[in-house]
Structure formats: C-alpha cells, structure tokens
C-alpha cells in the first residue's frame, strides 16, 4: 500500500518547469539554428538574407550579419574560436565572420568565397545569370569547421537551389 500510494504522489506531482522563452530573431523562416560551444550564444540563419547572433540569457540580438544575397542555409560555429562562424546560402556564397571585427548593427563578412560550388565551365554562365539577377544554380545547403583541420572548411551544396 505505502509503495501503491508513493507511486501515485510521484504521478501526480506536477512538474515544476519554467515558462518557454519565445524570441523572434527574424522576419522570415529559419533554416539553420547552431548552438555556440559555450552554449550562450544561439545563431540563426534566414530566408530575410541575415544570420542574427542572440544571447540565450538575455534573449536580446546581439549581432546582426548582413551580406548573403539570397536566403542564408547553414550555419558553422569554429570549435576553436568562439568569435568566428561561417555561413553558406543560396546565393552560393560562403561568408567567414569574426565577431571581434564587429560593429553589433551591420557585420560584414570577413572572407567570402564566391560561387563556392560552380564548375569551372559554368563560371561564364554564373556571371550572366547574376547580371541577369537571377540566382546562382548552386546553393550552399551545409556546412562545417573541420574541427581536426583548425582553418579547413566542409561544404555541400545543392543544384536546383
């Protein structure tokens, strides 16, 4: 009877849990979220073009990076340096960012590869495609910091965007 009575305490005892935290980094959908190595960092990437770096305890943006051209796929976090991230999009862009070099509204990109997944043939038919201002025809869908390999980066792409 004690070990009967004990179990239904247990059942029904609420669990105390605190409320869920809502943000809304963004105006449009998200595609990829990463969690900074030290967990206090939360990076979001967008179809509004921009990856927003949000404080987990605060819930304020801390940096806003500007500089796809296209809607921003992935995200990386570099497992050595908690200030550097890479992004990849459909624009077929890869942006490196440091967040040391950071002005906390409108971040730049620190290094960019260009039409990271373009044939060597199809380089001519991306500048016409661009100068036509249509999107580039392959899109960066993932990427990663090689954590064994400090300044190598690992990227996939995709074909039909």
Not at 30 to 45: C, G, N, P
Not at 111 to 124: F, K, N, P, R, Y
Request: glycine share 8%; net charge neutral.
């Amino acid at each position: 009877m004690f070990i009967l009575s004990l179990f239904l305490i247990i059942l029904l005892t609420p669990v105390l849990a605190p409320p869920p935290t809502i943000w809304q980094p963004h105006t449009n959908g998200i595609f990829d979220i990463q969690w900074s190595a030290s967990d206090d960092l939360l990076a979001t990437a967008s179809g509004d073009r921009s990856v927003k770096i949000t404080s987990v305890q605060t819930g304020t943006t801390l940096y806003s990076l500007k500089g796809h051209a296209g809607t921003v796929k992935c995200i990386s976090w570099d497992s050595r340096n908690p200030q550097l991230l890479s992004t990849g999009g459909r624009d077929g862009f890869i942006h490196l960012w440091d967040l040391r070099l950071a002005n906390r509204e409108n971040v730049i990109p620190s290094v960019t590869i260009a039409s990271a997944h373009e044939d060597v043939e199809e380089l001519g038919k991306t500048k016409v495609r661009r100068a036509k201002n249509l999107p580039p025809s392959r899109t960066v869908t993932g990427i990663l910091q090689n954590a064994l390999e400090p300044h190598q980066l690992i990227s996939s792409g995709s074909a039909d965007g």
